[in-house]
């Protein structure tokens, strides 16, 4: 009887055992299923997504940022002095570097302002997304991921010189904006860098222009160049 007994108590200690044994298994399981889906299908997702939207927000801020600069009564003559001599020839084309730094300042100033603020507003993903099923894609309520965007803009004004007719020339000034933006989604940190080309201003310009003003691209090389 006691033997009997004894071969009882280790039938269900076993059992037991074996019972946690499982538990654990399909725990361990499912904490990698969990970590694989995370990894594979839900991380791509809102990167994607968020570098999508974060470049929407870019572009959007950069744009802004120029029109309420130019805004402020800036004008072509106010970035570009050309000097002509006597007899009307040009012979200097001189770019205002305080004005173009300041101008430089305040675009950037408010394009990293701005996208900060509108990048408060939380990414809208599709529940359907998650299932990786493209057919279910776009359908189910929206689920709201916070990001926080932290990052550095910079400008740069170019210069461009395109032929008008017989001595005249078109010099356009484009501000050129690059932005390097780290958004903080909930399981990674991602870089987005984003560049956008924009014309601020532009002017023709009576009379030859010396062939050394002509090679230059940006303002600052203009600033170098002796005819």
Known sequence: MRSARKFKIKAINLNKKRKIAVFFTVLIMIFAFFIFYIKFLVTPLMVDTSTYQIKLYATKSMNY?????????????????????????????????????????????????????ISRNPIKIPLGAFTGISIFSGMGPPVLIDIYPYGDVTCKFLSQFISAGINQTQHKIYVSIDAKVNVVLPFKTISVEMSND????????IGEIPETYLKSNTLTEMLNLVP
């Open 65 to 117: 940022a120029v029109t309420e600069t130019m805004n402020q009564n800036i004008s072509y003559d106010d970035l570009i002095n050309i000097i002509t001599d006597s007899s009307g020839k040009i012979g200097m084309i001189q770019a205002n570097t305080v004005k173009i730094n300041n101008v430089s300042m305040m675009i950037e100033r408010i394009t990293l302002t701005h996208l900060l603020e």
């Open 198 to 205: 924009v014309l601020v201003c532009e002017s023709v310009i």
